[in-house]
């Protein structure tokens, strides 16, 4: 019915809300660019990012999905929510490809379909 | 200067403690989740009412603080692969919970979940090994 439906639209916006605030923080960390050999310098990295108005953004957006994605737990059967959230997946190559101009080969493409359908083989057993 | 290595053993395994860290936030925020199942969200009030009773859920507070762990891990991560290559290794979980469940629960497997095992693993294995890592010397 439209359950189904209601339920498919909402993961699919937890996965687009949660890709568009992952491709947020790479950009931020690509343009901060410095090699992490210590946990100082870790640190470091994590005290530059969180000056990074637009970081707070994605926090914000991470915070978006989540509440989201609660409600599709409190709600979906959880094997049908976590086949279709697997979709978060090719949502990220897509994104990481056209947005962070990332070289996807045909091995890693090749890789994440098969992640995509080994998760909803296991999930919806 | 700067050269291209294979990504190294300690980022995989660094991925897959960040994986487990995100596993347990999962399971605190289900268990939130669950507190509030009975209630209906049919309008902006009770969708206001569903997040009240969210936030009194300790799980969730527990859940939160897992949530800063990992993104400190996580940006140590990205700041060393690709993000089309941490996403699809973290789905390591899918392997790792069901085998778990099998070894600690004594739950059973059905064929079909085996092979979707295995494939999670042949990818995560095919997406690593198109990864390599920046390293700057």
């Known amino acids: 019915m439209g359950g189904i439906f209601f339920i498919l639209g909402l993961i699919f916006i937890t996965d687009l809300i949660d890709t568009a605030g992952q491709l947020i923080i790479k950009a931020s960390i690509n343009k901060i660019d410095f090699h992490i050999d210590s946990i100082p310098k870790a640190f470091r990295l994590i005290l530059q990012l969180i000056r990074i108005p637009r970081v707070w953004l994605a926090f914000l957006l991470s915070f978006l999905s989540l509440f989201v994605w609660l409600f599709v737990l409190s709600r979906a059967e959880l094997g049908f929510a976590f086949s279709l959230d697997s979709m978060r997946y090719i949502l990220i190559v897509i994104a990481s490809a056209v947005l962070l101009k990332e070289k996807i080969t045909l091995s890693r493409w090749l890789g994440i379909v098969c992640v995509v359908l080994g998760i909803i083989l296991v999930a919806s057993g | ?137």
Do not use: N
């Open chain 2, 1 to 137: 200067m700067s050269a291209r290595k294979h990504i190294s053993f300690k980022i995989i395994l660094f991925l897959f403690c960040t994986d487990l860290l995100e596993t347990i936030a999962q399971f605190c925020f289900k268990k939130g989740a669950l507190t509030a199942q009975f209630l209906k969200v049919s309008s902006l009030a009770s969708g206001v009412d569903f997040i009240i009773t969210l936030a009194q859920s300790h799980f969730l507070w527990l859940g939160l603080f897992f949530v800063v762990i990992i993104f400190i891990c996580w940006s140590i991560i990205l700041s060393k692969v690709d993000l089309s290559v941490a996403v699809p290794v973290a789905s390591i979980s899918y392997v790792t919970i069901p085998l778990a469940s099998v070894i600690f629960l004594g739950e059973k497997i059905i064929f079909r979940q085996w092979s979707g095992i295995f494939l999670i693993l042949s990818g995560i294995i095919l997406v690593y090994f198109s990864a390599r890592v920046r390293e700057i010397i």
